[in-house]
């Protein structure tokens, strides 16, 4: 397994980004404003986004450098969010290895057909994701990090607004290549983990690997944190994530320990899951580190679970459509709740849903930024 260190042109070495607020409370501490962004920030809700997507597919933006450098900017123009998201899709290093898979409107992510059998399992651990395959992610990254550079010094800003690299945990891409396109309950998933664990564990070895050289290659090119995304991870029983998903995203992780980039790790209905996530991040010995907190589990309980752990969340997206006045006393309550813990980052307790009006993340911001 390959890891990577970080040169002296990289924006922590440099000192670009290691004074931005995101980056010193994910390192534990409280800067003089709390760091915001949103996940999904760079997409559906913006106009300019839409109109820069037009006749593009959603891979191939994500595989077209200046198009993707370009998406990530937006959100960090209009709303002065205190992070960039590279603009992505968990899917992407299946298709850089050479997996069929298409994003298909309406519905997400689907694979040329399900792959469900130690057969077709072992199809697929035999195509490698080479270097120059990850050329367009690290071209991409790069441009992403000139343009922040270029931004924070046209704003007169006393830091680089710094890039987090994106990837999808292990299971949720182990889950979408059994199930073969989105599914409620993983039935399909979780049927061969347990029907044939051996041939499980080949396939989430496999998209550990995809997923650490995807992070490796973003942080290389200078993205100045990760987070890990597990979209399906609340479907586990505890159980059945410590014994057959936790060291698979270990695995993913240790690709950039060695890097000293602060990581996040954040899925969807995972409160009961929350210790045993940190415990990955720890195992795969990322030093600084948050835990990201969906909307069902207040962060003040989440920080109980996790004595001395930065979080980052936990705004429930839902409150982005109703009046303002509830939207800013529930922003207001995740701030208060977040002091539980040494360090917080506001986001969301998931992604902003298409139909939100951009101008209401802007205010959030503010008022985060105010508070």
Known sequence: MKSTTLDTAHPLSDGRTSAAPLVQALR???PGRTPVWFMRQAGRSLPEYLEVRQGVTMLDSCLRPPLAAEITLQPVRRHRVDAAIFFSDIVVPLRLAGVGVDIVPGVGPVMDQPYRTAADV????????????????????????????????????????????????PFTLAAYLVEGRPSRDHLAAR??????????????????????????AQVSAGASAVQLF????????????????AGASTRALRHVAGAGVPAIHFGTGTGHLLPAMRSVLVDAGMTDHAVGVDYRTPLDEAAALLPGVPLQGNVDPALLAAPWPVLEAHVRDVVRRGLAAPGHVVNLGHGVPPETDPTVLTRVVELVHSL
């Open 28 to 30: 534990g501490e409280r």
């Open 191 to 216: 049927t061969l983990m347990h029907a044939d664990p051996e041939t499980w564990q080949r396939l989430v070895d496999w998209t550990a690997d995809l997923t650490g050289a995807f992070l490796r």
């Open 122 to 169: 072992d199809r697929l651990v035999s195509r490698p994701l080479t270097d120059e395959a990850l050329e367009p992610i690290r071209e991409a990254v790069a441009l992403t990090v000139t343009g922040l550079t270029e931004l924070a010094s046209a704003n007169g800003d006393e830091w680089v607004t710094p890039l987090i690299g994106f990837g999808g945990a």
């Open 230 to 245: 597990d979209s399906w991870a609340g479907s586990l029983s505890l159980a059945d994530y410590t014994a057959h998903v």
